[in-house]
């Protein structure tokens, strides 16, 4: 071994023989010992081992084993995302809900999102009478105003089955039994609930979709027994947070009964019971407010907004307090001036609540009787509008902080003419006891005045609004006047008409085809006016109601055929079409009183419910149901003024070739001056009334009312006064008569 050591070469020979005992691979080789789901391979500059491949974790000899992403890695595909394991590696894809802006399988952060699916974009996905509303990864169905889903809850999903039907109360606001019986059962309903914020929060989930007109009354009287249990369950040891919590589910429930989409339902309810719901509300978001300020135990400052209302609130004490206190709400600004502090004057603690109305004031409009001592005032210059935010201001305890003045400035809903448009300081003044509230104006004046907004100064504490009267119709104010014309002008036609019949019945000289058009054309007017004389305004009951509207639906639809047979005649006679006389008069029989006929049954069966309206018994506005009326009414309007082009072109063309008979062209004359005649009486009518239903003003109504009550007397006029027939026939009946014959010579 000394020998090795002394020679250089053998030296080497030695390293090289111990480097290869060293090395295994120089006896086995190492990579062919790799499991099949490792790779051979040098790392960091060693010799070659095995290596499990990538989603592998093992020794990379004696077993690989697949790594499970999904297990291992913490929600891996994020929240949207749903992960899937494969061997040596795996993939997302987006959940249920949402749609991958990429391939449909993907791997974390390779770019690909996950995105929300609007459900709602597809249509009908909620199936007739609903609405859709999207959610994150989801979506769900209510049902429109005066539809109830088929089961379960107001949230639903279509593939449950559920479907929406028609509400069973949909007409309930009509019948006082009704609206009763639903109340209470409300209220029977919340009197489980014997917490105050639960009780909110359940009125606020109930009135969170569309709501009938019963359930605004419905969840108005149970807020109105929150502000009871409030009252009774004062909890001075309440935290603020609390409290600010119940105030916020106070102001989302009322939110939810005045908010836009709901004066729809406000509408539909009766004028005084609406005054009285309507202020039961504001009397009850005032009282609970100062209610839960009252548990404060120290001073506090609250805002709470909402999509359709605002409240704030101030608690302080009376003896830290600056002089003034000055709010802004939504652009408008409140200053409260107190009077001056004597060394009697009570201390204490004091709250405040400031609330902004979005909507109410559309709720609050002036009615035909409004109860405002000074209206005579706004009547010359038009309708009444509110046209502010309704704000309202209190303050408890009254005698602690007393108040000199309220002033404040409110934005214009609409900008007005400052020279033109009168701007009124008004209050919903009420009294507790009833509820009945109306617009006053005594204690407040105006101080200022722009085209966009109107400052105020009161004397007191309550709803505050500014009303406008403008240029616009005051039909309120025209009211009695229009009624009484109506009145007289309706007995005035039928007296008339009463007077037509009996001379197309009486005279036998004067019968022919044109004589029984105009007979029956006035029986149609006469029925449909007497029964508007009588049962118009008979209301009160549904059925009959819609039993009237659908007779002078009918009545009036009659006349217009008749009028529309006139000129079908006259065409006749001008084209010098030879016809056999019972044929054609059986014809028109059949046209005159079946078309209408025809036109009513469809009608009907279409839209039943809008024959009557709660003031009126005749075709509602709603839907355009009242164009069932109006479009064929046009259309026969429509066709006589072509007839009558054509009749005029062709007696010109016959005219200018050669002169006709006298006879034949006085004959001619005579019944196209009656066919214009009855068109311009029964067209210009309904051409007012149509007007008057696109943009309502003074003059419109009165145009209206006129020719519509006194088109009988215009009737008679042209077919019996002016007819040289007619007086011909009379002048015979009468000149035997002595008391008679000098009048007529």
């Not at 007393?402 to 009420?430: G, M, N």
């Not at 009558?644 to 001619?668: C, D, M, Q």
Request: proline share 3%; glycine share 6%.
């Amino acid at each position: 071994m000394e020998s090795l050591l002394k020679s250089p070469m053998k030296l080497v020979l030695l390293t090289a023989w111990l480097s290869s005992l060293m090395d295994p691979c120089s006896f086995s080789d190492i990579c062919r010992s790799c499991h099949p789901l490792a790779t051979c391979k040098a790392m960091n500059d060693s010799n070659d081992a095995c290596f499990c491949n990538h989603g592998y974790t093992g020794d990379g000899t004696t077993f690989c084993n697949d790594d499970n992403e999904c297990q291992n890695v913490t929600n891996i595909c994020g929240d949207k995302g749903s992960c899937t394991n494969t061997k040596g590696s795996y993939y997302c894809t987006c959940v249920s809900g949402y749609t991958s802006t990429g391939p449909a399988e993907f791997q974390t952060n390779d770019g690909t999102e996950c995105t929300d699916i609007d459900e709602c974009e597809t249509g009908q996905i909620c199936g007739p009478f609903s609405l859709c509303h999207n959610t994150n990864g989801s979506f769900f169905c209510t049902c429109q105003r005066d539809y109830v889903p088929t089961s379960g809850s107001k949230r639903f999903h279509p593939e449950n089955g559920i479907r929406c039907k028609e509400h069973p109360q949909k007409y309930c606001h009509d019948s006082n039994g009704c609206i009763t019986q639903t109340v209470n059962k409300t209220l029977e309903y919340m009197s489980n609930i014997t917490e105050p914020q639960s009780l909110l929060e359940e009125i606020a989930k109930q009135t969170s979709g569309e709501l009938t007109s019963v359930e605004v009354i419905s969840y108005v009287e149970a807020l109105s027994q929150s502000t009871l249990m409030l009252s009774l369950k004062k909890d001075h040891t309440a935290k603020p947070a609390l409290i600010n919590s119940t105030l916020t589910k106070l102001v989302k429930a009322v939110n939810n009964l005045v908010e836009k989409d709901e004066l729809v339902s406000w509408s539909r309810i009766r004028d005084e019971r609406r005054e009285y719901t309507i202020t039961k509300l504001l009397h009850t978001v005032e009282e609970s407010s100062l209610s839960l300020a009252s548990s404060y135990k120290t001073p506090a400052e609250l805002e709470i907004k909402a999509s359709e209302m605002e409240l704030k609130l101030v608690t302080f004490d009376v003896r830290q307090t600056k002089t003034k206190l000055s709010v802004s709400m939504g652009g408008d600004h409140i200053n409260l001036s107190p009077k001056s502090r004597t060394e009697e004057s009570r201390n204490g603690s004091v709250s405040v609540v400031f609330v902004r109305y979005d909507s109410v004031g559309d709720i609050l409009k002036p009615s035909t009787d409004p109860g405002v001592t000074d209206y005579s005032r706004y009547a010359e210059t038009g309708e009444i509008t509110v046209n502010s935010q309704v704000i309202a201001v209190a303050v408890k305890p009254a005698d602690v902080y007393q108040l000199d003045q309220i002033t404040f400035t409110l934005r214009h809903s609409e900008p007005i003419d400052t020279e033109a448009d009168v701007t009124k300081c008004a209050f919903w003044e009420y009294e507790q006891a009833s509820l009945q509230g109306h617009w006053a104006t005594h204690g407040c004046e105006r101080v200022l005045v722009n085209s966009t907004s109107t400052t105020c100064s009161c004397n007191h504490l309550t709803h505050f609004a500014i009303l406008m009267s403008s240029g616009r119709a005051n039909l309120a104010a025209h009211y009695n006047v229009l009624m009484r014309i109506t009145q007289l002008g309706m007995i005035i036609s039928l007296i008339c008409l009463s007077m037509c019949i009996f001379t197309f019945w009486f005279f036998s000289e004067i019968q022919s085809t044109r004589t029984t058009i105009h007979k029956n054309l006035c029986c149609s007017l006469f029925m449909a006016e007497f029964i508007f004389l009588v049962g118009i305004n008979m209301n009160t009951h549904k059925l009959f109601c819609s039993i009237i509207a659908g007779l002078l639906h009918y009545f009036f639809l009659a006349a217009f055929a008749w009028m529309c047979i006139e000129g079908i005649h006259l065409y006749l006679i001008v084209v010098g079409v030879i016809y056999n006389k019972g044929f054609l008069h059986r014809n028109f029989y059949i046209f005159g009183y079946g078309s209408p006929a025809v036109v009513v049954a469809i009608s009907a069966t279409l839209g039943s419910k809008y024959y009557g309206t709660t003031k009126v018994c005749w075709l509602s506005t709603e839907n355009n149901f009242i164009w069932s009326f109006i479009g064929p009414a046009c259309l026969i309007i429509l066709v006589n003024l072509l007839a009558f082009g054509v009749i005029i072109y062709k007696v010109y063309r016959h005219t200018a070739v050669k002169k006709p008979e006298i006879s034949h062209y006085e004959n001619i004359r005579s019944c196209a001056r009656g066919a214009l005649a009855l068109l311009f009486v029964l067209g210009a009518t309904w051409t007012f009334g149509v007007l008057h239903i696109l943009n309502e003003t003074t003059l419109t109504a009165y145009l209206f009312t006129i020719a519509n009550t006194f088109q009988g007397m215009f009737i008679f006029i042209f077919l019996c006064v002016l007819s040289r027939k007619v007086q011909e026939e009379y002048y015979r009946l009468f000149k035997n008569v002595p008391c008679c014959f000098e009048c007529l010579r």
